[in-house]
């Protein structure tokens, strides 16, 4: 009998240990602190999308970014950087090809959607990337503009995805591009200097949307 119980009691802190082994640990909510000349921005980055997070910080944390150009600018739509080309530049010159030799796999949440403020992934065209794979540095920041949902149906229809009421109001009033949804990867968003993306995004710009006056970008984890 004693044998018997003893075994049991073994089974027993066998059991617990395993089930503590299986305890899913959520990761910290990683910040990330944008500079420029035209301000900071602040933002936090999804554990929904664990690939393209982790990406992100491992070229962060090598200074990947730091000195890079947000070389696409479109007002009431977002700023795009990220090119490694951009770092030496010339005036005036096409930017936009650049990035490190990988694609990273889509990882599309129906849960995040591009508000302003949202980060993205750019991509290559569905015609040469069908599976919507992001590129490996370049990302934008939506700016957008408030929309109605009238266009909204239109989107819908047109780029065959579905916009749930509770990312309409945000599109209502805060506003963003919805026409993104489910496109392009969004992987976090900013949480302090909305007014930045604005300032940058209305900058005077050559015939492919590049600021005449270059701006540069230097890329931190907020501790």
């Keep these: ?3 018997l119980i003893f075994l049991i009691f073994i089974a027993f802190l066998i059991s617990c240990t395993a089930s503590r082994s299986k305890k899913v640990i959520t990761p910290k909510q990683v910040l990330v602190k ?3 000349d035209s301000g900071t921005i602040v933002a936090k980055l999804y554990n929904q999308t664990p690939l393209h997070r982790d990406n992100f910080i491992k070229l962060v ?16 739509f977002m700023i795009q950087g990220g090119d490694p080309e951009s770092k030496n530049a010339q005036p005036r010159e096409l930017l936009g ?46 700016e957008g503009k408030p929309v ?17 009421e509770n990312h309409r ?7 963003g ?25 209305n900058v005077p710009k050559d015939v492919n949307n590049r600021p ?4 540069k970008m230097k890329i931190s984890i907020e501790k």
Excluded at 155 to 160: D, G, R, S
Excluded at 169 to 175: F, Q
Excluded at 212 to 215: A, Q
């Design 1 to 3: 009998m004693k044998k």
């Design 34 to 36: 944008i500079e420029t």
């Design 61 to 76: 944390k090598e200074h990947f970014y730091d000195g890079l150009l947000f070389h696409r600018v479109i007002k009431n």
């Design 97 to 142: 090809d650049g990035g490190l030799k990988y694609t990273i796999p889509a990882e599309f949440d129906t849960s995040l959607f591009n508000k302003k403020g949202a980060i993205a992934m750019a991509r290559e065209s569905d015609d040469v990337n069908p599976k919507k794979a992001s590129s490996s540095t370049q990302f934008f920041i939506v």
């Design 148 to 164: 109605t949902d009238e266009q909204m149906d239109q989107w819908e229809t047109q780029f065959k995805i579905k916009i749930p």
């Design 169 to 175: 109001a945000v599109y209502r009033t805060i506003g």
């Design 177 to 201: 591009a919805p026409f993104l949804d489910m496109n392009y990867t969004v992987f976090g968003e900013v949480i302090s200097g909305l007014n930045v993306i604005d300032k940058i995004a």
């Design 212 to 215: 005449l006056h270059d701006i």
